[in-house]
């Protein structure tokens, strides 16, 4: 591997159009010297010099320095014409032009795919409220058009949106839940700054409708849950569960009280080791009920128990008992 440092000269340092030019420049001298053209700026690592989006994201500033690597092939050669063109006044010819203009569009039309595709929403205003963008999961979620919205002032398009005050205070705002219409939406708004200038605002968010539903049933379910635990540990039978293993996961006070053992000695057992429960076993096994079951015990005792299957979706699940 050889390297060079390269002082950039343009007064708007490392520009896409330049960055555009450098590129085609690389995937010449790649083919050419059969090497690979990378370039290192500060302590980042190094890029490809053929790619096109991650150089512009670096926006390397006239006056500031970039090293240029070479691996393999005729490195020297290779470094050397890709210096000098970096040195040059970037003049091409119009057939270079033409291949520049299409590395550019090429990349945009990635880029934009990208932000089209995703299933965010996706609104972006300039500096003064307008709205310049919107993807489709945006039109959706917000029931607008963007042939209908662009140009207009937010505030117009939405009303209750956040974006005004980002544009007003130039601070993000993270984790906003918003109604809609009928649809909850998780909203992250955050300023577009470049060099220290606000250039607009760019709101990305999703419909969470569904998850706050599921969130609300969880609730009720875990709410039933408690209201259950209260009845079970209050009535005076002793009721235990059983899963369609056999294995018992559940049983109230009044239960261990019966058999005077320990919660902590009951559960996870399963009941066909247990004495005494072969008609529970053909219970969970046929899934037909068995009621006011005898069951005398050796200290003399006689319980009757109700042996009922838990049967879901027409599968035997278990045993309440």
């Given at each position: 591997?050889?390297?060079?440092?390269?002082?950039?000269?343009?007064?708007?340092?490392?520009?896409?159009?330049?960055?555009?030019?450098?590129?085609?420049?690389?995937?010449?001298?790649?083919?050419?010297?059969?090497?690979?053209?990378?370039?290192?700026?500060?302590?980042?690592?190094?890029?490809?010099?053929?790619?096109?989006?991650?150089?512009?994201?670096?926006?390397?500033?006239?006056?500031?320095?970039?090293?240029?690597?070479?691996?393999?092939?005729?490195?020297?050669?290779?470094?050397?014409?890709?210096?000098?063109?970096?040195?040059s006044d970037f003049?091409?010819?119009?057939?270079?032009?033409?291949?520049?203009?299409?590395?550019?569009?090429?990349?945009?039309?990635?880029?934009?795919?990208?932000?089209?595709?995703?299933?965010?929403?996706?609104?972006?205003?300039?500096?003064?409220?307008?709205?310049?963008?919107?993807?489709?999961?945006?039109?959706?979620?917000?029931?607008?058009?963007?042939?209908?919205?662009?140009?207009?002032?937010?505030?117009?398009?939405?009303?209750?949106?956040?974006?005004?005050?980002v544009l007003k205070?130039?601070?993000?705002?993270l984790g906003i839940?918003?109604?809609?219409?009928?649809?909850?939406?998780?909203?992250?708004?955050?300023?577009?700054?470049?060099?220290?200038?606000?250039?607009?605002?760019?709101?990305?968010?999703?419909?969470?409708?569904?998850?706050?539903?599921?969130?609300?049933?969880?609730?009720?379910?875990?709410?039933?849950?408690?209201?259950?635990?209260?009845?079970?540990?209050?009535?005076?039978?002793?009721?235990?569960?059983?899963?369609?293993?056999?294995?018992?996961?559940?049983?109230?006070?009044?239960?261990?009280?019966?058999?005077?053992?320990?919660?902590?000695?009951?559960?996870?057992?399963?009941?066909?080791?247990?004495?005494?429960?072969?008609?529970?076993?053909?219970?969970?096994?046929?899934?037909?009920?068995?009621?006011?079951?005898?069951?005398?015990?050796?200290?003399?005792?006689?319980?009757?128990?109700?042996?009922?299957?838990?049967?879901?979706?027409?599968?035997?699940?278990?045993?309440?008992?």
């Open positions: 591997m050889k390297e060079r440092v390269v002082k950039i000269k343009p007064q708007k340092g490392l520009h896409a159009r330049i960055i555009a030019m450098l590129v085609h420049k690389a995937n010449e001298l790649n083919k050419k010297y059969d090497t690979k053209l990378f370039i290192r700026y500060k302590d980042r690592k190094s890029i490809s010099a053929t790619s096109l989006m991650p150089l512009i994201l670096l926006k390397v500033k006239k006056g500031e320095n970039i090293i240029i690597e070479a691996y393999d092939g005729e490195e020297k050669q290779a470094l050397y014409e890709l210096e000098e063109f970096l040195n003049h091409i010819d119009d057939e270079e032009q033409k291949q520049i203009d299409n590395i550019i569009e090429d990349n945009n039309i990635t880029w934009e795919q990208v932000i089209k595709s995703t299933a965010n929403g996706i609104v972006v205003v300039d500096e003064n409220g307008n709205i310049i963008m919107t993807n489709s999961s945006a039109d959706k979620i917000l029931d607008i058009s963007y042939g209908d919205v662009v140009g207009k002032e937010i505030s117009e398009v939405l009303p209750k949106s956040f974006i005004p005050t205070e130039k601070k993000a705002k839940k918003q109604l809609h219409n009928d649809k909850i939406i998780f909203n992250n708004i955050t300023p577009i700054i470049i060099e220290g200038k606000l250039k607009g605002v760019v709101s990305v968010f999703e419909d969470i409708s569904s998850l706050e539903k599921i969130k609300s049933e969880l609730y009720e379910v875990e709410e039933l849950k408690e209201r259950l635990q209260l009845i079970l540990e209050n009535v005076n039978d002793g009721i235990c569960f059983v899963n369609k293993e056999g294995i018992i996961t559940y049983v109230n006070k009044n239960y261990s009280n019966l058999f005077n053992e320990g919660e902590e000695n009951i559960l996870g057992k399963n009941i066909k080791d247990l004495p005494g429960n072969e008609a529970k076993v053909d219970a969970l096994k046929s899934g037909k009920g068995i009621a006011n079951y005898i069951d005398r015990r050796k200290e003399e005792s006689t319980l009757i128990e109700n042996v009922n299957p838990i049967i879901i979706d027409n599968k035997v699940r278990g045993l309440f008992r």
